[in-house]
């Protein structure tokens, strides 16, 4: 059977039109000079689908579920397939895109350009080689199936072959006619590689297609036409490689056996327009696409005899050995073996001389600098990022007029902008407000160098550098205070002081991926071991850099990462707490309890699937990620500078549009705030205010769940909520919460989870049971290392550490900076607190609280003492000097005190409401016949608490005299938990003298005397709310 040449059809407008396949052949892809991209269901659709790309695509190309075109905007736009939306900018250029090739596994795109260069991209990373040495616009580019060759033609008359590890042109032919716009071309001398192996590479040459062998570029063979008289401009091997189809600028189409010369098939273009598009369909039906310079598109049908016809690539499944044995069982006719194998590859295989370079497994991540853009983007932005932290930005032009690095403050009073010449060619830097920091790669014949400039040394030194060992290459740098780190390719993590002295060197488990510094901290991530298939295998250490000898703070362990993602960004927040962000956008916080937590995903946050953000620093104190939106790309561009963007720390539970979530989420984020300050506050006193802030909003919020759950009627759900609660106090406020909602069950639950947390209060004063691996490990001593694998320790080193549990005075913490003092404050803490729980005997016990002509103590006068600001109290607190022994509470507390332990122990004595209700519900009914059972539970409630306050029992609040709203409540009794939370932290009391025995006997003696001689007055109903306020507050 002859090849059927189908009529052509209208698909663009006049002028260079292309043409490719989907991968199941189902569809023809078309784009041309009016800018818009049609997807064709087949030559006779009539309603094909069109997609505006630009206002000129000259080329388009498909793999999988995307497709990518070259526009005259300059760039590779990604498009996803059959849908058509816009998926992200591969690469940019700064002339229009000539032509694209993808490699038949689909990681890969090559582009050409008329700017004369050729990129290389990674699909998936979007790291890209440039390839730059051609004179004139790209006319085509082919890619290796092995990713280790590309080759390139030209308008300057050249196809070149190019090696993608040196980027160097290996072989050149001089075939093609020399012009000097892509428009002018009569020939675009395109190549193709044979399909898989990548064996022979057939390249047009006049009128004929020679076929050259890999590794030594010998000419092996070639292909003609009698027909032809145009020269030949494309090539193309079919997907099983037996058949090699070319068309010339005359508008032939010729198809060979790639290992016979003579022409098996040969069409012509009715009109002998120039094809300037052509495609084999990958579905093996003997069909070839093509399109010619007027925008017309036209199929070849059985363009391969039907004895020959091309068969599809083997799948995975067809290889399998039950698929072959069962084929092989079952023939029926010995003819079906003559396609099974070809010699025509292994004949070809047999000239190699040289033996391939076998690839690794798994790609490991290469190093880089946080904050950082890749080198190969300074062809694409003119420049590059060699850090842009919170200090300032550090960029880097390498052009041939120029090679130079520029130095920004965003404070301008640390220090002015810097201009330096980069004749070291630095490829990476790190800017702390101490020293700029900048390292260069090995090079021909000069070893890698570091270079620190000194930015404000009080002696004048400008700078100084080192240079690395022969054979040692640096590969990552960091910088904080006090200190420089350089990591190498040897694996070591070489020390230095800012001034240039060399400290400890670190051998790392694995190959350096970044490093990072925060103050005294050093973080180091490093490759622990090969991952599961497409995913990282990622570990970390934090060191604790100081003025001692070098510390881990914490054990070499792994990174959390989203599967099938790479390490974007590590680094320290403001506060010095480590976190990462990976490629999907998962911003990560390793919390001060040692585990790795999402805290926002940056990609819910952007509009295209194609935009990502460039993180920049970290605040926990406002809740933010400050960082730069990149559209399609995963890095922003030098010129213009973008604008900073902050994106709000939000935890990723599930359904977030609930109210209950949004309070859960923020519940949470407030807790893990809450122990970052706790630790911070130990050695920076200025964040107690936000700390402050911080519990105040736990408590608020906890509240607001509590209240939530009892009007959803879920009183198992608040109950829990109440097991969360921080403390007794905010417990106590949901109790008198339930108790005004009538939910008297609810609120005998309550009761027991605040004797439960007071228990629990009360014995954490006298052990503080914590191991190793919860432990916060941010404690700033330097003197003991944390380690989370060690978990048995020796008793000495655990009373040392419990004791940073236990509070901290403002004279320890000025007394943990100096190392000689730290066991003594640790020491004295701690028997400070043993003492304190130690049993009153009944001769030490304090004179009576409620003795009159002691102080004139009424209830408003108490309620003003606890309304006293913080910092009333702490004045008065410096004012007062401290002792060795145990520092007695001031009478009120004491009063407090003693008045909530009678409180708990009487209501372990006392039968709940509903127990009583129902032993005493029928005298009740003859009582008060006439009331209804809703009535009759009222009048109960209001019998049972003035049973209660008769037998001097636990006081409850009475519902009526409970007139505040919920909110009001929160605010007082917050406020009032505020201050005691403050006042234990800081554990400074006014001192008071303690009275000796024979005075304490007198003035109890007077007591009992005038206890006697005064009868007992009854309490007014405001006067006992305001007591009881006063008792709930202070217990």
């Known amino acids: 059977?002859?090849?059927?040449?189908?009529?052509?059809?209208?698909?663009?407008?006049?002028?260079?039109?292309?043409?490719?396949?989907?991968?199941?052949?189902?569809?023809?892809?078309?784009?041309?000079?009016?800018?818009?991209?049609?997807?064709?269901?087949?030559?006779?659709?009539?309603?094909?689908?069109?997609?505006?790309?630009?206002?000129?695509?000259?080329?388009?190309?498909?793999?999988?579920?995307?497709?990518?075109?070259?526009?005259?905007?300059?760039?590779?736009?990604?498009?996803?397939?059959?849908?058509?939306?816009?998926?992200?900018?591969?690469?940019?250029?700064?002339?229009?895109?000539?032509?694209?090739?993808?490699?038949?596994?689909?990681?890969?795109?090559?582009?050409?350009?008329?700017?004369?260069?050729?990129?290389?991209?990674?699909?998936?990373?979007?790291?890209?080689?440039?390839?730059?040495?051609?004179?004139?616009?790209?006319?085509?580019?082919?890619?290796?199936?092995?990713?280790?060759?590309?080759?390139?033609?030209?308008?300057?008359?050249?196809?070149?072959?190019?090696?993608?590890?040196?980027?160097?042109?290996?072989?050149?032919?001089?075939?093609?006619?020399?012009?000097?716009?892509?428009?002018?071309?009569?020939?675009?001398?395109?190549?193709?590689?044979?399909?898989?192996?990548?064996?022979?590479?057939?390249?047009?040459?006049?009128?004929?297609?020679?076929?050259?062998?890999?590794?030594?570029?010998?000419?092996?063979?070639?292909?003609?036409?009698?027909?032809?008289?145009?020269?030949?401009?494309?090539?193309?091997?079919?997907?099983?490689?037996?058949?090699?189809?070319?068309?010339?600028?005359?508008?032939?189409?010729?198809?060979?056996?790639?290992?016979?010369?003579?022409?098996?098939?040969?069409?012509?273009?009715?009109?002998?327009?120039?094809?300037?598009?052509?495609?084999?369909?990958?579905?093996?039906?003997?069909?070839?696409?093509?399109?010619?310079?007027?925008?017309?598109?036209?199929?070849?049908?059985?363009?391969?005899?039907?004895?020959?016809?091309?068969?599809?690539?083997?799948?995975?499944?067809?290889?399998?050995?039950?698929?072959?044995?069962?084929?092989?069982?079952?023939?029926?006719?010995?003819?079906?073996?003559?396609?099974?194998?070809?010699?025509?590859?292994?004949?070809?295989?047999?000239?190699?001389?040289?033996?391939?370079?076998?690839?690794?497994?798994?790609d490991l991540q290469p190093p880089f600098q946080p904050s950082s853009t890749p080198v190969h983007l300074q062809h694409r932005f003119h420049g590059h990022y060699l850090v842009w932290n919170s200090v300032g930005i550090v960029r880097c032009y390498n052009t041939e007029q120029d090679n130079s690095i520029d130095v920004e403050f965003h404070d301008t009073s640390l220090h002015h902008a810097l201009h330096i010449n980069n004749y070291l060619k630095h490829t990476m830097a790190t800017l702390t407000e101490q020293v700029l920091v900048l390292a260069c790669e090995v090079q021909e014949e000069t070893p890698s160098k570091v270079v620190c400039v000194l930015l404000n040394a009080w002696d004048g030194s400008k700078e100084w550098s080192v240079d690395l060992p022969e054979g040692e290459e640096a590969l990552a740098v960091a910088a904080a205070q006090g200190w420089v780190a350089v990591a190498t390719d040897t694996r070591y993590l070489r020390l230095f002081t800012v001034t240039g002295t060399q400290r400890e060197v670190v051998s790392l488990p694995g190959p350096i991926v970044c490093v990072c510094g925060y103050k005294n901290r050093l973080l180091a991530v490093y490759h622990s071991g090969m991952g599961l298939p497409g995913d990282q295998n990622l570990g970390f250490v934090v060191l604790s850099v100081g003025s001692g000898p070098l510390q881990a703070v914490t054990t070499f362990q792994p990174v959390a990462m989203t599967p099938k993602c790479t390490l974007k960004w590590a680094g320290f927040s403001d506060e010095g707490t480590p976190f990462t962000v990976d490629s999907a956008g998962i911003v990560r916080m390793f919390c001060r309890k040692g585990y790795w937590m999402p805290v926002c995903d940056t990609q819910t946050h952007s509009k295209g699937k194609s935009d990502h953000y460039f993180v920049i620093g970290i605040s926990e104190k406002y809740q933010n990620i400050r960082c730069v939106l990149c559209k399609g790309s995963y890095y922003p561009p030098t010129t213009p500078r973008p604008a900073l963007k902050k994106l709000p720390v939000l935890l990723p539970l599930c359904d977030m549009t609930a109210e209950k979530t949004i309070l859960e989420e923020k519940f949470w984020r407030s807790q893990i705030s809450c122990t970052t300050f706790e630790d911070v506050c130990k050695n920076e006193i200025g964040f107690y205010a936000h700390k402050d802030s911080l519990e105040r909003t736990l408590k608020e919020t906890i509240i607001k769940l509590f209240a939530l759950a009892c009007r959803g009627g879920q009183e198992y759900r608040a109950v829990e909520m109440c097991n969360l609660m921080p403390s007794h106090h905010v417990a106590q406020l949901a109790m008198k919460y339930a108790s005004k909602l009538g939910k008297m069950h609810l609120a005998d639950k309550v009761s027991e989870v605040v004797t439960l947390k007071m228990e629990e209060s009360s014995l954490r004063l006298n052990v503080q049971e914590e191991d190793y691996s919860t432990k916060s490990t941010w404690d700033k001593s330097e003197t003991s290392a944390l380690h989370f694998k060690n978990n048995s320790q020796t008793d000495e080193n655990d009373d040392d550490n419990r004791t940073h549990m236990n509070g901290h005075r403002e004279s320890d913490i000025i007394e943990s900076t100096d190392g000689e003092s730290l066991l003594a404050a640790a020491k004295k803490r701690r028997s400070e607190s043993r003492v304190e729980i130690k049993p009153i005997l009944s001769s030490q016990r304090r004179l009576n609280p409620f003795k009159k002509s002691l102080s004139k103590l009424d209830t408003g006068r108490a309620l003003e003492n606890l309304s006293t600001s913080y910092a009333e109290q702490s004045n008065k607190n410096k004012n007062s000097t401290t002792s060795s022994e145990p520092t007695p509470r001031p009478l009120d507390a004491k009063q407090t005190k003693l008045l909530a332990t009678k409180l708990t122990e009487s209501t372990k004595k006392v039968p709940t409401f509903i127990e009583w209700f129902e032993k005493e519900k029928e005298s009740l009914q003859e009582e008060f016949p006439e009331l209804a059972e809703k009535e009759l539970s009222r009048q109960a409630t209001k019998r049972y608490k003035e049973l209660m306050k008769n037998n001097k029992l636990v006081p409850l609040v009475d519902s009526q005299d409970v007139s505040l709203s919920l909110n009001d409540t929160v605010d007082s009794e917050a406020s009032t938990c505020d201050t005691t939370v403050l006042e234990t932290t800081r554990s400074e009391e006014p001192e008071v003298s303690t009275p000796t025995t024979a005075n304490m006997k007198r003035k109890l003696d007077q007591v009992s005397t005038s206890e006697k001689e005064v009868p007992a007055k009854k309490i007014s109903a405001s006067s006992s709310s305001k007591l009881m306020s006063f008792m709930f507050k202070k217990s």
């Open 1 to 362: 059977m002859s090849a059927k040449k189908r009529p052509m059809r209208f698909a663009h407008s006049e002028g260079h039109t292309s043409v490719c396949y989907s991968d199941d052949g189902k569809y023809i892809l078309t784009c041309g000079t009016d800018g818009d991209v049609r997807i064709w269901a087949g030559l006779e659709d009539d309603d094909p689908t069109p997609q505006c790309a630009g206002e000129q695509v000259l080329t388009v190309a498909l793999k999988g579920d995307h497709y990518y075109v070259g526009t005259d905007n300059n760039n590779v736009q990604a498009y996803t397939f059959p849908g058509s939306d816009r998926d992200g900018i591969v690469s940019r250029f700064t002339a229009p895109v000539t032509h694209l090739d993808i490699s038949s596994d689909g990681t890969k795109i090559a582009a050409g350009s008329s700017d004369m260069e050729v990129h290389v991209t990674d699909i998936k990373t979007l790291n890209t080689v440039v390839l730059t040495g051609h004179k004139a616009p790209i006319l085509g580019v082919s890619l290796d199936p092995k990713h280790k060759y590309m080759v390139s033609s030209s308008c300057d008359g050249t196809i070149c072959v190019w090696s993608l590890e040196n980027k160097q042109i290996v072989k050149t032919w001089d075939y093609l006619p020399k012009c000097n716009d892509f428009f002018a071309a009569k020939c675009l001398g395109r190549t193709s590689w044979i399909p898989n192996t990548g064996s022979i590479l057939a390249v047009p040459r006049g009128k004929e297609i020679e076929i050259y062998e890999r590794y030594t570029w010998n000419k092996v063979s070639s292909h003609s036409a009698e027909q032809v008289t145009y020269d030949f401009s494309i090539t193309m091997f079919s997907p099983c490689g037996k058949y090699l189809a070319a068309s010339s600028a005359g508008g032939d189409i010729c198809v060979w056996r790639t290992n016979e010369e003579s022409c098996m098939t040969y069409v012509r273009h009715d009109r002998g327009f120039t094809i300037c598009g052509l495609a084999w369909n990958p579905s093996g039906n003997k069909e070839i696409a093509y399109c010619d310079i007027m925008g017309q598109l036209g199929t070849v049908e059985d363009c391969v005899p039907a004895l020959e016809h091309t068969e599809k690539p083997p799948t995975a499944q067809e290889t399998q050995i039950s698929h072959i044995f069962a084929e092989l069982s079952h023939i029926e006719d010995i003819d079906k073996l003559s396609n099974v194998v070809t010699s025509s590859d292994d004949d070809l295989e047999s000239k190699m001389s040289v033996i391939e370079k076998i690839t690794p497994a798994v």
